[in-house]
């Protein structure tokens, strides 16, 4: 077995190792041994057997550790290192035949759009027009970011490319820079399905020449249709930039409009209360067997406020018969 310096040093340690190990297992295995015995001498030797078995073991890691941290350099101080002999291999292998294509296969047809999308504004709102400064051409703005709502900044909070019914408001930001106070911008909120626009906002530059700024749109629910949307920004009549989102879902129901009915509101009015107003006036007959016979004939007034009591005007009528005989007076009861 041939062994270089570093290896029988390592050897050497690793052996020390276990001797310490091998020496702190039988000193306590001893000690524990002779604390059973009953007798004085043989307990105290084996005792102390045992005792010296571990400090046997301290001095095996001075050992192990003047082994490990200075063995090495000292024996190399007598035994120099000689240079070893590297093995380097003297055949190389190489390809001698390298397979390399001899005809490459080129496109010779590239499908290139022959129409490129360009927004334009539409006649009417570029007839509605009103501003006589000319923007300028150097004028630019960002791509319109969307979300739901903005900051005092004009900055979006929590922008999205989608969005799901029910919509609402929609704000559209952007960047813009060389903007020319006074001059006319547009922005046009387009249904790319139909090419629908459905809101518009087009009015004379009243912001800096540089910044943040905003376009808005709130249409009815039902114009938010699913689908992909686009808003567009011109200076003057030129289209500058735009942004693109997507609606999904379908709109709420509209809301059931409200239909004016007729009602008829009975006032309450005021019925005259009948009060009857009797005149009797009692007038006697002449029969074999004389009797005195009135005949009352109420009249009936309506008034709003009830009249007095009816009053009875008696006027008895006495006719002298041969034998008068006496009746009495009639009870008038009045008939309403």
């Known amino acids: ?17 276990a001797g310490l190990i091998l020496s702190v297992f039988i000193g306590i295995r001893t000690i524990r041994s002779g604390r059973r015995l009953l007798y004085f001498r043989k307990r105290r030797e084996m005792i102390g057997r045992g005792w010296r ?53 080129t496109p010779t047809i590239t499908n290139t759009p022959s129409i490129t999308y360009t927004p334009s504004l539409p006649e009417a709102i570029a007839a509605q027009i009103s501003s006589t400064i000319t923007p300028d051409a150097n004028a630019v703005f960002s791509p319109v970011v ?82 992909e949307y686009e808003a567009q920004i011109f200076v003057g009549l ?39 107003r009797a005149t009797a006036t009692p007038v006697p007959t002449r029969t074999t067997t004389p009797t005195r016979t009135i005949t009352l004939t109420p009249t009936i007034t309506y008034t709003l406020r009830p009249s007095q009591t009816p009053t009875i005007t008696k006027t008895p009528t006495i006719t002298r018969t041969p034998l008068p005989t006496d009746t009495r007076w009639p009870t008038l009861t009045p008939k309403s």
């Open 1 to 17: 077995m041939n062994l270089d310096i570093r290896t029988a040093v390592q050897t050497a340690f690793f052996l020390i190792l």
């Open 53 to 105: 078995m571990i400090f046997s073991a301290f001095f095996l890691g001075g050992a192990a550790f003047l082994v490990n941290r200075f063995a090495e350099p000292t024996i190399y101080r007598f035994f120099p290192p000689s240079p070893t002999v590297t093995l380097t291999p003297t055949i190389t292998l190489t390809p001698t035949i390298t397979l390399t294509p001899t005809i490459t296969l």
């Open 146 to 227: 969307f979300a739901r709502k903005i900051d005092k900044d004009f900055q979006p909070i929590d922008p999205q490319i989608e969005f799901d019914q029910p919509v609402g408001k929609l704000f559209g930001t952007f960047s813009y820079d060389k903007m020319v106070v006074g001059s006319q911008w547009t922005a046009l909120w387009v249904r790319l399905s139909d090419q629908q626009i459905i809101c518009t906002e087009s009015a004379p530059w009243d912001g800096g020449t540089g910044g943040w700024g905003y376009t808005t749109c709130e249409p009815s629910a039902d114009q938010w249709l699913p689908g």
């Open 238 to 276: 030129t289209w500058n930039n735009s942004g693109r989102f997507t609606i999904v879902g379908e709109p709420p129901p509209a809301a059931p409009t409200k239909t004016a009915t007729r009602t008829i509101t009975s006032t309450p009015s005021i019925t005259p209360t009948p009060s009857p």
